[in-house]
């Protein structure tokens, strides 16, 4: 994997189309220059952002489980919602990664104004991973999430108190509504191979939350009964990446590994990614695992990263995006890899990819309505970052 390197930091304040950016960096991509404005600074975590109009958008903290609306001019509102009934780990790490996740829009959301919103719940067994979803509106510049409503909460049996390995990565599938949903194993790693259990698995279900008709079944052993029916594809370990490619409708994700590991998955119906028999990677102790990358049953990644990237968020390229030449690429925001992931594709195998390093833990990044590339960071003072070509 190649690496682009930030080439100059501005500190003051720079005016970019309309918008006040805190700060400028130049940024050397291969052979092209670009340029990363800070537009919004003092987010807690934030987790996702999502565009509800040309010049407003939505943006979750993780942390305080709050959902805000900004403005590409660089104002942010106070709160519009709360998830008061939160789970935030307290023990005696701080590396809980519980709270309020993914933020995404209806592909039909000009007409019904419908957001989903995924976070951790605390129940009576530890945590949930819900889906709710609500009606955002917009008038005189304010913006309200009203009429929210449960529309998926994690089988009871599969809820547990872990603070890690959530998922919580949503992705909708424009054909038909239907909604994409990540789950973490929480940190169990035979939960990954028992299709009765709605962790360490992708989950699809209708944009009102019962199961897809269309879902397949698994065969499972004796004592694990029926395949769950919202399973779509098993075997991952904490998906935090995931996009559905509009040009053939193919659902992709970038999934954490162990110690190493990372990997590019392309997700079908039906499959089986092994973890954790399959992984490029080790224990976080050292020790052996898995048989390595290829078990007869089990569909391979695409790619596997030989450098830790920590993915969190995907997104693909489209023609009409301030970076035509990189139209039909994968973005992947990286975490421990401070930058983003260029990966670019021949059919469903991975051509080339490139770290863009940018000084900054990305854990969401979009195209927004203005073909730049929007990202948020996971800090306790984050950001909402745009990424433009220099000019």
Do not use: K
Not at 4 to 23: D, E, N, Y
Not at 91 to 108: C, I, M
Not at 232 to 260: C, F, K, M, T
Request: glycine fraction near 12%; include cysteine; charge should be negative.
């Amino acid at each position: 994997m190649t690496r682009s390197l930030p080439a100059l930091l501005v500190s003051s304040c720079l005016a970019m189309g309309g918008s006040l950016a805190l700060a400028q960096e130049r940024i050397i991509a291969g052979d092209e220059a670009l340029e990363l404005h800070t537009v919004i600074t003092g987010l807690e975590h934030p987790w996702a952002i999502a565009f509800i109009s040309d010049d407003a958008f939505l943006v979750t903290e993780r942390n305080s489980g709050t959902l805000r609306a900004g403005q590409v001019d660089g104002s942010l509102s106070d709160p519009i919602w709360e998830a008061e009934d939160l789970f935030r780990f307290e023990g005696e790490t701080n590396r809980s990664q519980a709270g309020l996740f993914d933020v995404q829009l209806h592909p039909r959301f000009e007409d019904n104004g419908w957001v989903y919103i995924s976070y951790s719940r605390e129940t009576d067994r530890g945590a949930a991973l819900v889906v709710v979803r609500g009606t955002v509106a917009q008038e005189d510049g304010d913006v309200t999430f009203s009429d929210v409503e449960d529309i998926f909460v994690m089988n009871e049996e599969d809820q547990d108190s872990s603070g890690l390995h959530f998922g919580g990565r949503m992705a909708f599938d424009p054909s038909d509504a239907s909604l994409f949903l990540s789950v973490g194993e929480r940190r169990n790693i035979s939960r990954s191979q028992d299709a009765s259990d709605q962790a360490g698995a992708v989950l699809r279900m209708t944009d009102s939350g019962e199961a897809h008709p269309g879902n397949p079944s698994f065969e499972t052993e004796e004592d694990e009964g029926s395949s769950d029916p919202y399973v779509y594809s098993i075997g991952v370990r904490n998906i935090q990446a995931l996009a559905v490619r509009e040009q053939n409708g193919q659902l992709w994700a970038a999934d954490h590994g162990p110690e190493g590991g990372d990997a590019i998955r392309h997700i079908a119906s039906g499959t089986n990614h092994g973890w954790p028999f399959i992984t490029g990677g080790e224990d976080y102790s050292g020790a052996p695992l898995g048989v390595g990358e290829q078990m007869e049953g089990m569909t391979s990644p695409v790619h596997t990263f030989e450098e830790t990237i920590a993915p969190s968020g995907l997104v693909f390229v489209p023609q009409d995006s301030a970076f035509g030449g990189w139209a039909g690429d994968m973005l992947v925001g990286g975490l421990y890899a401070e930058g983003l992931v260029r990966v670019q594709l021949q059919g469903d195998v991975l051509a080339d990819n490139d770290l863009i390093e940018l000084g900054h833990r990305v854990r969401d990044v979009r195209i927004g309505p203005d073909g730049a590339i929007w990202m948020v960071t996971d800090h306790a003072e984050g950001a909402v970052l745009r990424l433009v070509p220099e000019g």
